[in-house]
């Protein structure tokens, strides 16, 4: 997937967002975030809370550190703006993983979000997986 047209905001957004994951910054994490979001994947859709979302973040990252995750990388960016406030992000992230110091496993998989921008701030208002990676990495698996 290119990155021809993300623009740099875009980019720095979405770089925010990949380092906040990786460092576990919760607070900061949930800022990029509007106050409820809707959450849609293979098992349906719901909305979401921030402050739901405060809560399940450290139980997402236990899990996948269970499954023994190194590292998630933005892999891919496209923009397709669709008003003055809202851009769809179409993204790929290239997981890692490496449980009981088995050969690591990569795992390239799209997300889609819709993206605000408000007063100057960028914030993810939709976040579509596109698979359940939990199903997908024991499908990895021999």
Do not use: C
């Amino acid at each position: 997937m290119s990155d021809e047209f993300a623009t740099e905001g875009l980019r720095a957004f979405f770089g925010a967002f990949e380092r906040e994951n990786a460092a576990a910054d919760i607070e900061r994490l949930a800022r990029l975030y509007a106050p409820a979001i809707l959450v849609a994947g293979p098992n349906g859709s719901q909305i979401v809370s921030r402050d739901d979302l405060l809560r399940a973040i450290p139980k997402r990252k236990q899990m996948f550190e269970a499954a023994g995750h190194r590292s998630t990388k933005l892999a891919g960016l496209q923009e397709t703006k669709l008003d003055d406030r809202y851009t769809l992000a179409r993204t790929e992230w290239q997981w890692q993983f490496a449980p009981n110091g088995d050969a690591p496993t990569e795992l390239t998989l799209p997300s889609t979000f819709i993206v605000e921008r408000l007063d100057g701030e960028l914030r993810i208002v939709v976040y579509m997986m596109h698979h359940d990676i939990g199903r997908v990495l024991a499908q990895s698996r021999p």
